[in-house]
């Protein structure tokens, strides 16, 4: 069955540090792929997707994701978080099921950021 | 227009209370979605209209009635809902039809309260 995993339920990173947000997934054929964030009680914002190609992908706010095919990851990655950033982040897989149309998300990774 | 509207904002009612929540978009999407989410967990598909038709009813109970009166628009009829339909509902649009490739737009969201 298709699944999608984020290891960590929540992340604190010091304002300016590194961040990488991790995610797994299971899926039979070659997935699409997507990274949203959602600020509170707001809707969630696509930071970046793959579908083919290249596998380092480039996203807004300064995020990028590693498509990584032996590993069945897509990890997110910031050089330099800024406080702005604390949020909530969802990995998804698009295409699943036999109506193809759904959206499989992770259960999302809570950041905070420390000033 | 890169954005998908929902009204409103915020919504309290009571369990024999009939309201609706609005979504709009003028993207030229073809599939509009409806997600339902409780607090700290990722949103959980309802429906799915595909080109104007309901393509996907996740089981969700018939106090739930959606509607696409047309391309840019989308409803749910609330009516006798009960005090764990409380969440963030949220819309969104993609263009196509049910291709998991095509990324999601999705809403700010409308925070029901039902007592």
């Known amino acids: 069955a298709q699944s999608v995993t984020q290891p960590d339920i929540h992340i604190t990173v010091s304002e300016g540090a590194s961040l990488e947000l991790r995610c797994n997934y299971s899926?039979?054929?070659?997935?699409?792929l997507f990274w949203y964030v959602q600020s509170p009680g707001q809707g969630l914002q696509l930071l970046l997707k793959?579908?083919?190609?290249?596998?380092l992908v480039q996203g807004i706010k300064g995020f990028e994701a590693e498509f990584k095919r032996s590993q069945s990851s897509f990890n997110l990655r910031k050089p330099s978080v800024h406080w702005s950033d604390a949020a909530e982040y969802f990995c998804?897989?698009?295409?699943?099921?036999?109506?193809?149309?759904?959206?499989?998300f992770g259960k999302g990774t809570n950041l905070s950021v420390k000033p | 227009d890169t954005e998908v509207t929902q009204t409103p904002k915020h919504l309290v009612m009571g369990m024999t209370n009939k309201k609706s929540l609005k979504c709009e978009q003028h993207?030229?999407?073809?599939?509009m979605y409806w997600y339902k989410q409780k607090a700290k967990k990722p949103p959980e598909l309802m429906f799915v209209?595909?080109?104007?038709?309901?393509?996907i009813n996740e089981s969700v109970p018939s106090r739930f009635s959606p509607e696409c009166p047309n391309s840019s628009l989308l409803n749910l009829h609330l009516h006798a809902l009960q005090p764990e339909d409380s969440a963030l509902y949220l819309c969104?649009?993609?263009?196509?039809?049910?291709?998991?490739?095509?990324?999601?737009?999705f809403g700010p969201g409308t925070r029901l309260t039902v007592l």
């Open positions: 969104a649009s993609s263009q196509g039809g049910l291709a998991g490739r095509y990324e999601q737009f």
């Open positions: 899926y039979g054929a070659t997935p699409y």
């Open positions: 793959y579908f083919s190609g290249d596998t």
């Open positions: 998804a897989v698009g295409g699943y099921g036999g109506s193809q149309g759904n959206l499989l």
């Open positions: 993207m030229g999407h073809r599939a």
């Open positions: 209209y595909s080109y104007e038709k309901l393509s």
